[in-house]
Every structure is written in C-alpha cells, then in structure tokens.
C-alpha cells in the first residue's frame, strides 16, 4: 500500500500518472462496492485510498482532494464508517515510515497541511451538519479531529473559530482518539486565545470536568485537567460560579491510578482555589 502511494507520489504529470490513480481506485471501488468482501480486504482498500489520497495531497495534484471526498462518502455505511473516518489520520498525520519528508524523496508542496485543511473543511462541516444524529455524526468529527491534530497551530488559531460549535460537541464524544485531539486543540486555543471560549463557558466547564473522570485514556483526563486550569483564566465573572462545583469534583481525581493525573489535578484545584470572590 505505502510502497504504491510513493511510487505515484513521484511520477510526473502526465497519463501513467493518470492511469495510476485511476487504474488504483477502480480496483478499491470494486472492493468497497460489495460489502461481502473480509472485513480485512475493506479495510486495506480504505487505508489504500487514504495513502494514495496522501500521496496527492503531498504533491498538490487536485485528485487528493476528490479520494478524500470518497473516503468521506463511507462515513455513511454502518460497516466500514468508523474506518474511513479515522482514515483521515493517515493523510495528513506525521509519518516515518513513508512519504514522510523531502530527506526520503517525497515529492511535496509548501503548505500541503492547510492547502488540504481549507479544501476539504466545508465538506465536512456540511457533512456533519446533514448528517442523521449518531454514529455517523461522530465520524465526520473524528475525521475532522485528525485534521486539526495535523496542521500547523498558526493555522488552528486562524481556521478554527468557526468550527467552535463543532469542537465543542466533540467534548460530548465517547471517542479517546476524538477526545484527545479535542482537549489538545482546546488547550492551545485557551492559552492563545482565551477571549473566544468564553461565550462557550455553560457548556466547557461540565463538559472539561467529565472528561477529568475519562476511563481507560489517561491523556484525555490529563488534557481536560490541563484545560480546566486554563479556564480560570476567563473573566473571573463567567468562571466563578463554578468554582466551589469544580473543587468539590476534582477531589475523586487525586485517587486517579496515574501520577501524572494527579499532580495535574492537584494543580488544576489549586488553581481554583485561588479565585477569589468578585464581591470581595
């Protein structure tokens, strides 16, 4: 599969390229036609279509954009959706294995990571927003999760205000890796730019404090303790009715099985603590 993408990773413009991608995505479309297909030929067909997509995007050939538009199609099908949604790790994510750099031969552009973000972003936005409620929901914010962990942070701070709403149901997901990525976007965005969050404080803190208590992903607890300790940094007006709600909280998460857990909680109550009354 890797080997394939970097073959057309490097050939020039022209038919054999053209016959290459072509020829590759006939193959994966009568694959993922039929779903009685394994469960392992599917799903090697929809990591093939996110290599070769990678490959593309790389060198800023204008079919990335259309098989990462394909993968988004499955988001649909109860079988193989999850897979194609977390796919999309796999086209923008770091890589040491292939395609991972000039210093390999990879043939790639300057800005490939927010050229693909701005491209394939309203798709799935629009997406999630047509999207029947559920899992497929959820899968359009994975794909998008993945995207967001991958770019640049100066293109986070300017392209993800908009997508706020969205971010936020994230924080309602059961999903580790969609948690992760979420509360590591969050973090950033609460140090850079607080002033944005704020009018979202109803719904981060209740949302920040489940997630302190996330089983089985100690990042996503760590990383939600992290945010908390970043909220106390809002107007002192939006945060401090939480306050005694928040302490009172995070007293089960300094009995967390994992120290850096609790030396993050311990830090976040502290934190806490030191708000003092408005009124005072």
Same mark, same amino acid.
């Given at each position: 599969?890797?080997?394939?993408?970097?073959?057309?990773?490097?050939?020039?413009?022209?038919?054999?390229?053209?016959?290459?991608?072509?020829?590759?995505?006939?193959?994966?479309?009568?694959?993922?036609?039929?779903?009685?297909?394994?469960?392992?030929?599917?799903?090697?067909?929809?990591?093939?279509?996110?290599?070769?997509?990678?490959?593309?995007?790389?060198?800023?050939?204008?079919?990335?954009?259309?098989?990462?538009?394909?993968?988004?199609?499955?988001?649909?099908?109860?079988?193989?959706?999850?897979?194609?949604?977390?796919?999309?790790?796999?086209?923008?994510?770091?890589?040491?294995?292939?395609?991972?750099?000039?210093?390999?031969?990879?043939?790639?552009?300057?800005?490939?990571?927010?050229?693909?973000?701005?491209?394939?972003?309203?798709?799935?936005?629009?997406?999630?927003?047509?999207?029947?409620?559920?899992?497929?929901?959820?899968?359009?914010?994975?794909?998008?999760?993945?995207?967001?962990?991958?770019?640049?942070?100066?293109? =986070? +701070? *300017?392209?993800? $205000?908009? &997508? #706020?709403?969205?971010?936020?149901?994230? @924080?309602?997901?059961?999903?580790?890796? /969609?948690?992760?990525?979420?509360?590591?976007?969050?973090?950033? =965005? +609460? *140090?850079?730019? $607080?002033? &944005? #969050?704020?009018?979202?404080?109803?719904? @981060?803190?209740?949302?920040?404090?489940? /997630?302190?208590?996330?089983?089985?992903?100690?990042?996503?607890?760590?990383?939600?303790?992290?945010?908390?300790?970043?909220?106390?940094?809002?107007?002192?007006?939006?945060?401090?009715?939480?306050?005694?709600?928040?302490?009172?909280?995070?007293?089960?998460?300094?009995?967390?099985?994992?120290?850096?857990?609790?030396?993050?909680?311990?830090?976040?109550?502290?934190?806490?603590?030191?708000?003092?009354?408005?009124?005072?």
């Amino acid at each position: 599969i890797m080997a394939y993408a970097a073959v057309v990773n490097k050939l020039p413009q022209g038919d054999v390229l053209c016959e290459a991608i072509h020829g590759a995505c006939d193959q994966v479309d009568k694959l993922l036609e039929h779903h009685t297909s394994s469960t392992q030929c599917v799903n090697a067909a929809i990591t093939f279509l996110a290599w070769l997509a990678r490959s593309l995007v790389l060198r800023a050939h204008p079919d990335g954009l259309r098989l990462a538009q394909k993968l988004i199609l499955l988001f649909s099908h109860e079988a193989i959706g999850t897979k194609a949604s977390h796919s999309f790790a796999d086209i923008l994510g770091d890589s040491t294995l292939c395609l991972a750099g000039k210093s390999t031969g990879t043939r790639m552009t300057l800005m490939y990571k927010q050229r693909f973000f701005i491209q394939i972003r309203p798709c799935l936005v629009d997406g999630f927003q047509q999207a029947p409620s559920g899992g497929v929901k959820e899968r359009y914010l994975v794909a998008l999760s993945h995207l967001l962990h991958a770019v640049p942070q100066q293109v =986070l +701070l *300017t392209e993800l $205000p908009p &997508l #706020l709403p969205l971010v936020m149901h994230c @924080l309602l997901s059961t999903d580790p890796t /969609l948690c992760v990525s979420t509360v590591k976007s969050l973090e950033m =965005l +609460l *140090t850079n730019t $607080p002033d &944005l #969050l704020s009018q979202y404080i109803t719904e @981060l803190a209740p949302a920040l404090l489940r /997630l302190s208590k996330f089983k089985g992903n100690l990042q996503v607890r760590r990383g939600a303790l992290h945010c908390l300790c970043q909220v106390t940094h809002l107007p002192h007006h939006l945060v401090y009715p939480y306050q005694n709600q928040i302490i009172h909280e995070l007293v089960s998460c300094l009995d967390d099985p994992k120290r850096l857990v609790r030396k993050a909680a311990v830090e976040c109550r502290s934190k806490w603590f030191l708000l003092g009354d408005p009124s005072t």
